[in-house]
């Protein structure tokens, strides 16, 4: 950088003639940027936009179909076919 070689490609081929080193050119510019960042100054690069995540529905609510009359008769049918445990079961099943 003090030559006055910004590019990669020949910051890597000037490394290699000056010094004998070998370098990639990303690891060149990661450099190039950390200079830069230790001298005060803001990397050229722009930093990536934030990833956007798509927002969570909201929960569906319950669709009343029907009279509470009925809905309590078909719990009743199912209390009486299999049981009060199975059907309180199957309660805290869906109220979570």
């Known amino acids: ?3 006055g070689v910004t590019m990669p490609v020949k910051g890597v081929a000037y490394i290699k003639e000056k010094f004998g080193l070998n370098l990639k050119p990303q690891q060149f510019s990661n450099y190039k ?3 830069r960042t230790q001298q005060g100054k803001k990397p050229r690069h722009k930093a990536k936009p934030a990833t ?6 909201p929960k ?3 669709k009343t179909t029907g ?3 009925e809905a309590a008769r078909q719990v009743k049918e199912l209390v009486d076919s299999y ?3 199975v059907v309180r079961g ?3 099943l869906f109220a979570k």
Do not use: E, H, K
């Not at 956007?52 to 529905?57: F, I, L, S």
């Open 33 to 35: 940027n950390y200079m």
């Open 67 to 69: 009279s509470p009359l």
């Open 52 to 57: 956007v995540t798509a927002p969570v529905p």
């Open 1 to 3: 950088m003090a030559a």
């Open 83 to 85: 049981g009060p445990d």
């Open 90 to 92: 199957l309660v805290d």
């Open 60 to 62: 569906p609510q319950p």
